[in-house]
């Protein structure tokens, strides 16, 4: 019987730069394809990863082509929005957990989560070790599937993230830890004078902060359940 196969764009070891498993070291496997543009999201004006964007991009390899590839603990399936590519992602969860793998999902939440209907009767497990949904401007959809299913909600800061909708969000999802993410900006930053919204920067320094970090870091002081997550890969120069 065929493998089944996935649309591949590249697969690396680097640390998980963002949210809960920040510093934890994994083998990155990003699919191609994405589905912003015909779902209307407004996320493609900063995407880090549009390279991904594509469904005929990278090569196509079987699953065991991707799993020896894979020499980390942990494998984070990312995109593009890896969903697109459920039919191959499903066996390639089934593989990895048969050698030992955990599997980190990170997803736009448009589609909803695949389910191993053996694995659930069988366990009452779900298919993911860690799922990371990462909602999108303007209306921030998430899938109704998802609910109670949700381990991380990561939600990165523009000028469409108000504190109502990260609150609605979260509120639907209460099993998610709540990761408040600013958008990247390459250095040299512009100063920004006075301190930030929630006071924590340092009063006797000029704060270097991002309209979107000061955002980011209202939210959060505000909230004081949620965290914030900054790139950390980025600052690093990693992948
Ligand atoms: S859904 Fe993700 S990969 Fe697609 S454009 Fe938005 S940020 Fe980029």
Redesign the pocket.
Not at 34 to 37: G, L, R, S
Not at 46 to 50: E, F, K, R
């Given at each position: 019987m065929r493998m089944p196969t996935l649309r591949v764009i590249e697969i690396f070891d680097s640390l998980q730069g963002e949210g809960y498993w920040t510093g934890v070291p994994m083998t990155f496997v990003r699919l191609a394809g994405?589905?912003?543009?015909e779902t209307g999201?407004g996320?493609?004006r900063?995407?880090?990863?549009?390279g991904?964007?594509s469904a005929g991009a990278g090569e196509e390899l079987d699953v065991s082509e991707i799993l020896g590839q894979v020499r980390l603990p942990r494998l984070c399936l990312t995109?593009?929005?890896p969903l697109l590519q459920s039919a191959g992602v499903v066996p390639l969860i089934a593989q990895a957990h048969g050698r030992g793998i955990k599997v980190h999902l990170e997803t736009?939440g448009t589609l909803p989560p695949p389910v191993d209907a053996a694995l659930l009767e069988s366990t009452g497990e779900v298919l993911f070790d860690w799922a990371v949904i990462?909602p999108?401007p303007p209306d921030y959809f998430v899938a109704p599937e998802w609910e109670g299913l949700v381990d991380e909600l990561k939600l990165?800061v523009d000028e469409g993230l108000g504190a109502a909708t990260a609150e609605r969000l979260a509120a639907r999802h209460p099993e998610a830890i709540i990761s408040i993410q600013p958008l990247w900006e390459d250095p040299p930053r512009p100063p920004v004078s006075g301190r930030s919204p929630g006071d924590a920067t340092t009063p006797d320094r000029p704060s270097r902060l991002s309209p979107s970090e000061h955002q980011a870091i209202a939210l959060v002081m505000e909230h004081p359940g949620w965290r914030l997550s900054v790139q950390t890969h980025k600052y690093l120069g990693l992948r």
């Open positions: 994405c589905n912003a543009a999201l996320c493609a900063w995407c880090d990863t549009p991904s964007w995109g593009g929005e736009n990462s999108k990165v």
